[in-house]
Nanobody, 126 residues
């Protein structure tokens, strides 16, 4: 089973930037979707962005479109989430996850993701 490890979280002022990393040990299959999710206190986990390894298709939630950028480095088995123009409402624990059967952008389908990282805290102060 693949192991996912997130890093790069921290405390930043509103308007600032952070880059999160999701490092994978080894993927079970060549075709997969990597998703970034977040969960704020008292709220449900929500999808933020995803990328398909097969064709590079990328999808963003409306709440982050134009501010966040997802990218991948296949040689390093790492997916990044560049977060710019951060807002206090972006404060959450951010998770990455892998799905071997869910198409990026089709649905967030939390239960369709096969493995999850432990999460990294992002706090945006006003």
């Amino acid at each position: 089973e693949v192991q996912l490890v997130e890093s790069g979280g921290g405390l930043v002022q509103a308007g600032g930037s952070l880059r999160l990393s999701c490092a994978a040990s080894r993927f079970t299959y060549d075709d997969y979707t990597i998703g970034w999710f977040r969960q704020a206190p008292g709220k449900e986990r929500e999808g933020v962005a995803c990328v398909s390894n097969r064709d590079g298709y990328i999808y963003y939630a409306d709440s982050v479109k134009g501010r966040f950028t997802i990218s991948r480095d296949n040689a390093q088995n790492t997916v990044y989430l560049q977060m710019d123009s951060l807002k206090p409402e972006d404060t959450a624990i951010y998770y990455c996850a892998v799905s071997y059967h869910l198409l990026c952008g089709a649905t967030w389908g939390l239960h369709d993701y096969d493995s999850w990282g432990q999460g990294t805290q992002v706090t945006v102060s006003s």
